[in-house]
């Protein structure tokens, strides 16, 4: 079984004055350990980086150097993949978006659309929302 991570995970393993820090931290290490197969969707990897960096948002944001080189760590692994949107998703996208799917969604949106696509069942994240869809497990790392 194949399994994806969210942003929020990624963000607060590099975050060490979060009270999540170690938790997050613990999750992306076996998560890189393997042998499970990871999916790391490029959308993820642009919200860390837009968020690990963004000294707005952290206390001791990382630098660009250091927030790809976590990156960068993930991906090189022979069981980690990194595919993008491949022919048919936008009909993946709009089925998950459905007729309601408004401003900030989108991006849950385009996620569970990847995930589909390259049959991803399982996120790891503290983002609820992903629970609105019947087809995505959500594991909450934190709870």
């Not at 350990?33 to 206390?59: C, E, N, Q």
């Not at 980690?80 to 709009?94: H, K, S």
Request: charged fraction near 20%; hydrophobic fraction near 45%.
């Amino acid at each position: 079984m194949s399994v994806t991570v969210d942003a929020n995970v990624l963000v607060y393993a590099s975050n060490e004055s979060d009270a999540s820090h170690a938790r997050a931290k613990a999750i992306v290490q076996e998560l890189g350990a393997g042998p499970r197969l990871v999916y790391i969707f490029w959308p993820v990897v642009l919200a860390y980086l837009r968020i690990a960096t963004h000294p707005a948002i952290l206390p001791r944001p990382l630098t660009s150097a250091e927030a790809q080189a976590n990156v960068d760590q993930l991906i090189v692994r022979a069981h980690v993949r990194t595919p993008g949107e491949l022919d048919g998703f936008w009909a993946l996208l709009r089925g998950a978006a459905g007729h309601n799917a408004r401003g900030n969604e989108f991006p849950d949106v385009q996620l569970v659309a990847l995930m589909r696509q390259h049959g991803v069942e399982t996120i790891y994240t503290r983002d609820r929302d992903f629970r609105r869809y019947a087809d995505i497990t959500v594991r909450d790392p934190f709870a």
